[in-house]
């Protein structure tokens, strides 16, 4: 069973640092591109970024939103995505999704974890 | 920077169909996506690359795509697919991004 569990959210003051992790079990990590999404109470979805695979140099991509401040990394060994996010802002808050994009022939995003919820706020 | 535009409310009757749409530039040469969300739950696929319905999604949940502008189509919608739902799509640079969402009601 394919399962994503997002943790290590929480009250962060604006200006601020927080990593979040997200493990994941049921297939085969290490080849998967690995994304987040974010959704700000009652607004919609919004793509964070995403890490690639070896094979693709562990490649990262941002929104314009979050880039210079956000980065994702990944420790394939422990089948573990992280979202390092720093200089947080109000807006940042929001619920943390993370998702896969398992292999090419495979629809991206075809499983989530249930998200973490990060409180920017003084 | 790119968007995808989406009505922010639809209502429907049950057994009614219900269209979505999702208009942007970069549709014609990008595959669209949607997903489901049921309030405080996480996103569920149910429609990948315009058309394709993902294992497990009922059949009444259908998808097009022509020109700029992509449909979701729930035929004989129920009480149970009352959601918010949102396209997914990229941009010519490969820029990746959400529609606004669209609040569908069954009643």
């Known amino acids: 069973e394919v399962q994503l569990v997002e943790s290590g959210g929480g009250l962060v003051q604006p200006g601020g640092s927080l990593k979040l992790s997200c493990a994941a079990s049921?297939?085969?990590?290490?080849?998967?591109?690995m994304h987040w999404v974010r959704q700000a109470p009652g607004k919609g979805l919004e793509w964070v970024g995403r890490?690639?695979?070896?094979?693709?140099?562990?490649?990262?991509e941002y929104a314009a939103s979050v880039k210079g401040r956000f980065t994702i990394s990944r420790d394939d060994s422990k089948h573990t995505v992280y979202l390092q996010m720093n200089s947080l802002k109000i807006d940042d808050t929001a619920v943390y999704y993370c998702?896969?994009?398992?292999?090419?022939?495979?629809?991206?995003?075809?499983?989530w974890g249930q998200g973490a919820l990060v409180t920017v706020s003084s | 920077s790119y968007e995808l535009t989406q009505p922010p409310s639809l209502s429907v009757s049950p057994g009614q169909t219900a269209r979505i749409t999702c208009s942007g530039e970069?549709?014609?040469?990008?595959?669209v996506y949607w997903f489901q969300q049921k309030s405080g739950q996480a996103p569920v696929l149910v429609i990948y690359?315009?058309?394709e319905r993902p294992s497990g999604i009922p059949e009444r949940f259908s998808g097009s795509s022509s020109g700029t502008m992509a449909t979701l189509t729930i035929s004989g919608a129920q009480v149970k697919d009352e959601a918010d739902y949102y396209c997914?799509?990229?941009?010519?640079?490969?820029?990746?991004?959400f529609g606004g969402g669209t609040k569908l009601t069954v009643l």
């Open positions: 690359e315009d058309s």
């Open positions: 049921g297939f085969t990590f290490s080849v998967s591109t």
């Open positions: 890490i690639r695979n070896k094979t693709n140099n562990y490649a990262a």
């Open positions: 998702s896969r994009h398992y292999k090419t022939d495979v629809p991206p995003l075809d499983y």
């Open positions: 997914y799509s990229r941009d010519i640079s490969g820029n990746r991004v």
């Open positions: 970069a549709l014609p040469k990008k595959y």
